[in-house]
């Protein structure tokens, strides 16, 4: 895991204007680290879109403070930047996809997690979903292709 502290991430600092710190930095950087942190963890960059979605009050550490940050910046860049899919994209889950979900255009990786979760393999076609893909953002050591996809927005559309 890379040094999210490392310049090749930029820098940051605490702005101390408010009534609570907040962490600001780089739209980009934040991006960024967003990106990296879903890789291995999606389950906590949800639940800080959710909570910044809804208007909750930040976290008290500092890291919870930064991880907002960075799950408001990831959450933009998907209203203001997804593109469509130009290939199928598939994900394995026990679940129905809802919200922003990691989804990856390698079937047999969705197989693998299906599998693992006792679930299905949900499929979307070219054109059909509008996301992020990771490997424009964040590099990584896995040649398949993964997408943060918002399926939510389906009902707009």
Same mark, same amino acid.
């Given at each position: 895991?890379?040094?999210?502290?490392?310049?090749?991430?930029?820098?940051?600092?605490?702005? *101390?204007?408010?009534? @609570?710190?907040?962490?600001?930095?780089?739209?980009? +950087?934040?991006? &960024? =680290?967003?990106?990296?942190? $879903?890789?291995?963890?999606?389950?906590?960059?949800?639940?800080?879109?959710?909570?910044?979605?809804?208007?909750?009050?930040?976290?008290?550490?500092?890291?919870?403070?930064?991880?907002?940050?960075?799950?408001?910046?990831?959450?933009?860049?998907?209203?203001?930047?997804?593109?469509?899919?130009?290939?199928?994209?598939? *994900?394995?889950?026990? @679940?129905?996809?809802?919200?922003?979900?990691?989804? +990856?255009?390698? &079937? =047999?990786?969705?197989?693998? $997690?299906?599998?693992?979760?006792?679930?299905?393999?949900?499929?979307?076609?070219?054109?059909?979903?509008?996301?992020?893909?990771?490997?424009?953002?964040?590099?990584?050591?896995?040649?398949?292709?993964?997408?943060?996809?918002?399926?939510?927005?389906?009902?707009?559309?």
């Amino acid at each position: 895991m890379p040094d999210l502290n490392d310049q090749q991430f930029g820098e940051g600092h605490w702005d *101390r204007s408010g009534e @609570e710190p907040r962490w600001v930095e780089s739209h980009e +950087s934040l991006v &960024r =680290k967003a990106l990296s942190s $879903w890789q291995g963890w999606p389950t906590d960059m949800r639940i800080h879109i959710e909570d910044d979605l809804q208007g909750a009050p930040q976290p008290s550490s500092g890291s919870g403070k930064k991880m907002r940050a960075q799950a408001g910046a990831l959450y933009r860049e998907v209203v203001e930047r997804a593109q469509p899919n130009p290939a199928p994209l598939y *994900r394995g889950s026990h @679940e129905t996809p809802a919200g922003l979900t990691s989804w +990856s255009e390698d &079937r =047999k990786v969705a197989e693998t $997690w299906a599998r693992k979760g006792q679930g299905q393999v949900f499929e979307r076609p070219p054109g059909t979903a509008r996301g992020l893909r990771m490997s424009d953002y964040v590099g990584t050591s896995i040649p398949e292709k993964e997408w943060v996809v918002d399926v939510s927005k389906d009902d707009e559309d």
